[in-house]
Every structure is written in C-alpha cells, then in structure tokens.
C-alpha cells in the first residue's frame, strides 16, 4: 500500500518585500485507497501545498520533508515525481500545441510503466476511457487542451488519471468551473479511480457540492498555511451549513 506523508511542511515564496510564508508546518498522511479532502478559504494555502508537493518552482522548502514509500520525494526532479507515482490535476490546466492527447498519454504512460503499452489494448482502453468521460473521441488526436473549454479540460485531467493509475493524485480544485453536468462526469471519473483501492486522493476544493458525489474518508480544514481542523465527512457538512469563520475565528 503507497503511503505519502508530510511532515512538518513550510513553504515560502519571494516577493519584493522579501520571503512570505504560505505553509507553516502542514502534516498529512494520505494512504492507497483513501480519498482525503483539503477545504478551506481562498488563500490558505491549499493550491500552495499541491503545487509545493509536485515540485513547482515557485516554492521554496524551508523546512520539513514530504516522502512516498519512504522516498524523498523532494530531493526529486519534477519528473522523477511523476513516475515515483505522483499526480497532479491543476486548477488551470495549461495547453500544449502541437502534442496530440494520444500520444501524450501513451508517452507518460510509458515514461511511469518503463514500457510502451500495447498498441491495441490502448487504444481500446483510451477509447472506453474518454467515452465513460463524455469526451469527444476526436479529442484523442487534438492537442492538449488546445481549444478545449474549461470543462473539457478537467474531463482531460481525469482521463490522465484514469490511464496513468498513480499512486498518489493531488486534484487541486478540479471542481472550479464546472456545470452541474461536467461535475457529475468528472465525480464519477474519480469514483472509477477511487474505487480501484490503488490510488490514494487529495481533493483540494473550495466547495462541499464536490462531495455529494465524491464520498470522502478525511476531511482536512486549511487556515493560514496549517491544518486547523481534521475529521469525518460530518465535517463537510458542518463547513457547508456554518462556513468557515468558525475555524478561523477558532
């Protein structure tokens, strides 16, 4: 069972008045199989945490440590994160022309395999995959996210989780700007991944209409670069009738 733990973790960034903590000691476990779910205002730090994890550069370690099975993910390239087994879906998801969806799944795919999946099985797997998402199967040789609305591009971002099987998927907001139709595809995405026991989630949203559909195991409540709260999904429900001043007042 993939296990990642963070310990301790603190985060800044540059600025012109000099560094700027976001994170201020930030400890999780998220196990296979578990689906965690980190809530809180904007800017308390949830984005920061994710893109912190994945290896943005943006953001400077100061301090703790993040490992995966016992590996030091943040002595890891960004590349070598991937293929360690972690995900990240990102609340923007960026284009990129010229690189067909096809052959940039089967490339990732085979950079964590170690080898080039069989040409038939995927496109048949490809194929069952973006057609459980509603997605276009003319999609498969447009570029990534090329055009793509808002919404097909998180439908994009659940396709590449469902095909890669990470061990650890950071899905950072992939609720932001979705209609009531994209976000139940996109739910039920998760739910196939969820449902699998190998891959444990890290929901980050604003929002608990999320998780009508995505059942959490944890709920996590972000303030100020910590976690001030933790619980059950009785604790989405309590943050979605009396909103988060309690936490932070607390």
């Known amino acids: 069972m993939s296990v990642l733990e963070i310990k301790n973790l603190q985060v800044q960034v540059s600025t012109d008045e000099g560094p700027k903590d976001i994170l201020r000691g930030v400890d999780l ?7 965690h779910a980190l809530m809180g205002p904007n800017g308390s730090g949830k984005s ?4 912190a994890i994945s290896g943005h550069p943006k953001y400077n370690i100061v301090g703790g440590s993040v490992t995966l099975d016992g590996q030091d993910v943040l002595e890891m390239s960004v590349d070598e994160r ?5 995900f990240l879906a990102m609340q923007y998801p960026v284009e990129v022309p010229g690189v067909s969806v096809s052959n940039f799944l089967r490339t990732a795919i085979t950079a964590v395999r170690g080898e080039a999946p069989n040409l038939r099985h995927w496109i048949k ?6 057609a459980a998402l509603q997605i276009d199967p003319t999609f498969a040789e447009r570029s990534v996210n090329e055009g793509f609305s808002g919404g097909e591009r998180k439908r994009t971002e659940i396709l590449q989780m469902e095909l890669i099987k990470p061990k650890i998927a950071v899905l950072d907001e992939t609720d932001s ?3 009531v139709d994209a976000l ?3 739910s039920e995405g998760i739910n196939r991944v969820q449902a699998s026991g190998e891959t444990g989630i890290l929901l980050i949203t604003h929002f608990t209409r999320i998780l009508n559909y995505v059942k959490p195991d944890f709920v996590h409540v972000f303030h100020a670069g910590r976690i001030v709260r933790e619980g059950g999904p009785e604790l989405a429900v309590d943050i979605e009738e009396n909103g988060y001043a309690q936490f932070v007042t607390a």
Do not use: H, P, Q
């Not at 991937?82 to 972690?86: F, K, N, P």
């Open 48 to 51: 920061t945490l994710a893109y």
């Open 29 to 35: 476990i998220v196990r296979a199989g578990e689906t």
């Open 125 to 130: 797997e490809l194929k069952e995959s973006m």
């Open 184 to 186: 139940r595809v996109v």
């Open 177 to 179: 700007g979705l209609d």
């Open 82 to 86: 991937a293929r360690a087994g972690l």
